[in-house]
Each structure stands twice: as C-alpha cells, then as structure tokens.
C-alpha cells in the first residue's frame, strides 16, 4: 500500500467512526428523553430506525467537508491537532442543523454531536495511520 493509500484508508476510517459518534451522541439524547417518559418497545425500535436516518444523513452531509478537511489538514501537516478537529465538527453539525432546520433552537446538541464526531474522526485516522506506519517500518518498507 503506498502513502497516499493509507493516507486515504486512514481518513475514511476517520469520517466513518465520526459518523457512528455523532450518530450514538444524537441516539444517547433521545434515549435518555425517552427513559425519562418511559421507553417502550416500540418506542426503542423506532429510535433505532431514526438513528440509522440520522447517520444516512450525517454520512451524505459530511463526505465533502470532512474530505477537504482531512486534505486541509495533510496538507498543513496538522494531523496532530485534535481541537482543530473537535472545532471544525463543531462548526459542521452547528451549520448543518442551521442549514436544515434554522428555527431549531437545539443546535448547541447538533454541535455537541459534531464535536464528538470530530475527536473520534481525529482519533481513528491517527490511530489507523500509525498502525500502518508501525507495521510498514517492522516489515522494512517506507511509507
């Protein structure tokens, strides 16, 4: 596999398990509203059902931005600033609830999902990256 290669392979697991975190934060919300009304069955399917929604949407919103970001941030050689991440998922779930429902006063949620979704992006593709790196050096290859 060659630099550019994991480069890649690391960024997507990145975005991908930022997905899943905005998506369990966003669950975990709705999921302590409805034990405090009393869950259902029911109740708890469909929550599942509006999870898979939110991470469909998440996953389709975010390609792009996340993409430029991680690019941005090869580029620069930042790789190893987590806020930058934290504050650009931030701003990403922030903009997307506005973009989306601008009457919703629930955004500070949204950007609290982004954020979590940022470090778990920052997270993955580092920890993926220097697996790669590691197992490349041990194999007596450069990366």
């Given at each position: 596999?060659?630099?550019?290669?994991?480069?890649?392979?690391?960024?997507?697991?990145?975005?991908?398990?930022?997905?899943?975190?905005?998506?369990?934060?966003?669950?975990?919300?709705?999921?302590?509203?409805?034990?405090?009304?009393?869950l259902t069955f029911p109740?708890?399917?469909?929550?599942?059902?509006?999870?898979?929604?939110?991470?469909?949407?998440?996953?389709?919103?975010?390609?792009?931005?996340?993409?430029?970001?991680?690019?941005?941030?090869?580029?620069?050689?930042?790789?190893?600033?987590?806020?930058?991440?934290?504050?650009?998922?931030?701003?990403?779930?922030?903009?997307?609830?506005?973009?989306?429902?601008?009457?919703?006063?629930?955004?500070?949620?949204?950007?609290?999902?982004?954020?979590?979704?940022?470090?778990?992006?920052?997270?993955?593709?580092?920890?993926?990256l220097a697996k790669t790196?590691?197992?490349?050096?041990?194999?007596?290859?450069?990366?």
């Amino acid at each position: 596999m060659t630099d550019r290669e994991t480069e890649i392979s690391a960024d997507v697991k990145g975005w991908f398990a930022g997905c899943a975190a905005a998506t369990a934060v966003l669950f975990l919300y709705g999921l302590v509203a409805a034990l405090a009304k009393g869950l259902t069955f029911p109740l708890l399917f469909a929550g599942l059902f509006v999870a898979a929604v939110h991470f469909a949407f998440i996953a389709m919103f975010t390609a792009v931005p996340a993409g430029l970001l991680m690019w941005g941030v090869r580029k620069a050689r930042l790789e190893l600033v987590a806020p930058l991440f934290v504050a650009c998922g931030a701003a990403l779930g922030w903009s997307g609830n506005y973009l989306f429902s601008p009457f919703d006063r629930d955004r500070m949620l949204y950007a609290a999902a982004g954020a979590a979704a940022g470090l778990a992006a920052w997270y993955c593709s580092r920890r993926s990256l220097a697996k790669t790196t590691e197992r490349a050096a041990s194999e007596g290859g450069t990366t």
